[in-house]
């Protein structure tokens, strides 16, 4: 005879085993054995058996564990399963008599209790005694029931884990899949995520990168070269706000200079210490490249449209002055030089029109058959007379250069911007020669400069949008940087290319390339010119 004190405690020696194990995150089978395995102990049984339901709302009854029945026999055990806990008093032996002979184990009582998780029915737990002389009681039962519960608590740990297990899944693809750069850093600022996005940005492959100090891997910097991660981190600074953002320039392992934001959401522990941080990379190069050249746009259209209106107006309100008499050569000159002025402006404003209709989706091109050299003569005779002694101006085509196919006005804008150019950068003056060729499908023109030249390394960057090379030369004469970026513009619409060839103190020359159109041109001037005017195929103008 078993003394029940003793029984009691081992019992609760048997309870606190299982729920160590619960806590040490045994896996649910493992804990479930361990349960079935005491719990026929303890209730003097032969074997038992823990069946699961599959998942919440099913009720169909699957065995997870086992105490002294061999998995084997698990199989014959199913219509046991099938039976409802209310039917067991009726058909409960019966039911172990059929599953006794199909096993030939000795199974003659059964006891069998829901496990309970919050009111629903997660799994029933059943124990087999091969004695007939001795009744389970309700002792029994309610030893039973203890182990029950922890084996209910068991699956509650499983499911929880299984679900935050998902969750966690859910959550690593929405990072991994996220089209931003996220990275997860540590308490001590090391890196433990990192997505494919931050990968593509920064160069680092994750196997690199996670276990370094973020402020090495992303090592934004400010406008001074500084490393803002290391100088001044802004999850370091206290008190800390609540998402802390950090905007400047990286150097991605593979060289590529890009400019990011970078935005933090901390976490923090119950006492406020820092646990870590969610950082959300971002690539805003190209933001950035816009925002500066908004502001350029701003201060050179304030610049270039400013200074012809205020030259217009102070020689109006000169002229006009009661007090003062001029004579009629100094009206003339001032009226001259606010016709310029005018000009200058107009020009202005077209280009500026022309550089938004381009950001809107592209130039209208007009195009017709014209005679390249006639038009080139057109431009020149238009320029010649402000363009001072010190010019010389030489057009070279063949004779039989055959006519382009292009927009008529729009050539014209190509060739006025490249000469007044010329002009422009040629301080001490010399030849300007305008010249081409037919190759191919194409005719190859040139307007060249024995100027101020241009360095190899400005030569792609003077076609971009609002840019001048920074040199004095370009300080004293007044430009806005849109011309060339208009005329390569064009050129490319007409499916042409543009390029320079330049020596610093030598000269450039600008070459481009337009259509040829399909007929020749007939022998009489003007006569399917749009503008009429064909001029000399290779002449020297001097005025
Ligand atoms: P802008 O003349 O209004 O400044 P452009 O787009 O026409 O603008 O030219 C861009 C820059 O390229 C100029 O500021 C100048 O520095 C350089 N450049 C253009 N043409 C020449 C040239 N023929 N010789 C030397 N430099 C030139």
């Not at 449209?305 to 003062?324: E, N, Q």
């Not at 970026?485 to 481009?512: D, M, P, Y």
Request: aromatic content about 6%; glycine content about 8%; overall charge negative.
């Amino acid at each position: 005879m078993i003394d029940p004190s003793d029984h009691r405690l081992r019992q609760r020696e048997y309870l606190l085993q299982i729920s160590r194990a619960l806590t040490a995150q045994l896996d649910l089978v493992s804990v479930l054995s361990l349960v079935i395995s005491y719990a026929v102990e303890m209730t003097a049984g032969t074997s038992g058996l823990i069946a699961l339901y599959d998942e919440e709302g099913s009720d169909e009854l699957r065995i997870r564990a086992s105490a002294r029945l061999p998995r084997e026999e698990w199989p014959a055990f199913a219509r046991l399963l099938t039976l409802p806990l209310s039917d067991i008093p009726q058909r409960g032996e019966q039911i172990l008599r059929e599953i006794a002979a199909d096993t030939g184990l000795t199974l003659r009582q059964m006891i069998a209790l829901p496990l309970v998780l919050r009111d629903s029915p997660v799994g029933v737990i059943y124990v087999f005694r091969a004695a007939l002389n001795v009744a389970f009681s309700s002792d029994d039962r309610h030893v039973l029931q203890d182990f029950a519960d922890q084996a209910a608590i068991a699956v509650s740990n499983a499911r929880l884990y299984q679900s935050v297990l998902r969750e966690k899944q859910r959550l690593d693809a929405i990072i991994e899949q996220s089209a931003d750069g996220v990275m997860i850093i540590d308490s001590r600022w090391r890196i433990t995520t990192f997505n494919r996005a931050m990968e593509q940005l920064t160069g680092w492959s994750r196997e690199e990168a996670i276990g370094r100090p973020c402020a090495e891997v992303l090592g934004i910097e400010n406008g001074q070269g500084v490393n803002i991660c290391l100088a001044d981190c802004p999850l370091q600074r206290l008190p800390l706000a609540p998402n802390p953002v950090v905007e400047g320039r990286i150097t991605t392992r593979d060289g590529r200079q890009l400019y990011v934001q970078s935005r933090y959401a901390p976490q923090r522990g119950p006492q406020g210490q820092f646990l870590g941080a969610i950082a959300n990379v971002r690539d805003i190069t190209a933001q950035k490249q816009e925002e500066e050249l908004q502001n350029t746009f701003i201060s050179v259209i304030s610049h270039e449209l400013k200074t012809p209106v205020s030259i217009i107006k102070g020689y109006a309100s000169t002229l006009r002055r009661d007090d003062v008499q001029f004579t009629t050569q100094q009206y003339r000159e001032g009226l001259e030089v606010i016709e310029e002025e005018a000009d200058r402006l107009a020009r202005q404003i077209q280009d500026l029109l022309d550089v938004s209709r381009l950001s809107a989706g592209g130039l209208r091109l007009d195009p017709a058959d014209f005679s390249l050299a006639a038009l080139a003569a057109n431009v020149v005779r238009g320029f010649a007379p402000s363009a001072g002694e010190q010019f010389q101006f030489e057009l070279r085509f063949p004779d039989d250069m055959p006519p382009v196919h292009a927009d008529y006005e729009r050539t014209r804008q190509v060739f006025a911007n490249l000469v007044s150019n010329a002009i422009k950068y040629s301080p001490e003056g010399g030849t300007i020669r305008i010249g081409g060729w037919p190759e191919g499908d194409v005719a190859v023109c040139y307007v060249s400069d024995q100027g101020a030249g241009i360095p190899p390394e400005e030569q792609e960057a003077i076609f971009r949008r609002f840019y001048r090379v920074d040199n004095r030369l370009a300080r004293e004469t007044q430009g806005s940087g849109l011309g060339l970026f208009l005329t390569r513009a064009i050129i490319e619409a007409h499916g042409g290319q543009i390029w320079v060839e330049s020596q610093v103190g030598k000269g450039s020359r600008f070459v481009f390339t337009l259509p040829l159109g399909r007929r020749k041109l007939p022998e009489e001037p003007g006569e399917h010119s749009p503008h009429g005017a064909v001029g000399p195929a290779d002449a020297v103008i001097d005025r």
